[in-house]
């Protein structure tokens, strides 16, 4: 139950004469809730950046936007992980990663011609 819930809760057993539950002195996040890091990727006669660095476990999406109408650059594959997007000129598309291993895992466009890679470290 979130911090907010409990508040109301208290609220209310208060105002019928029920007991109220101790407040813990820290409150816990939420598990449910993580912080996602987003990198913008420009695509313009290749990726920009073409190398993204994240640790093992982090929570990445990528954003692409692409500036140039050539066909080359109309989608992005992640073959590793069986993701292929159309990326629609001057129209940003978020791709949320999944939780990564270690490892060099490749992007590139539709027709193999451009790549990219993103480099997962271990967490240490």
Known sequence: MNLFKRILTMAGLSLVGGAV????????ADSS???VREIEVIVQGGY????IEVVEGEHVQLRFVRKESGGCTREVVFP??????ELPEGQP???HLPELKAGEY?????????KGKV???ARS
Do not use: D, W
């Not at 407040?23 to 816990?28: E, G, K, S």
């Not at 920009?48 to 190398?51: G, L």
């Not at 490749?106 to 451009?114: A, S, V």
């Open 21 to 28: 539950p101790a407040i813990p002195a820290v409150a816990q």
């Open 33 to 35: 809730h993580h912080q």
């Open 48 to 51: 920009t950046p073409s190398r």
């Open 80 to 85: 590793a992980l069986g993701i292929r997007k």
């Open 93 to 95: 598309v978020v791709i």
């Open 106 to 114: 490749e992007f590139k466009c539709g027709m193999n011609m451009i």
């Open 119 to 121: 480099i997962v470290r």
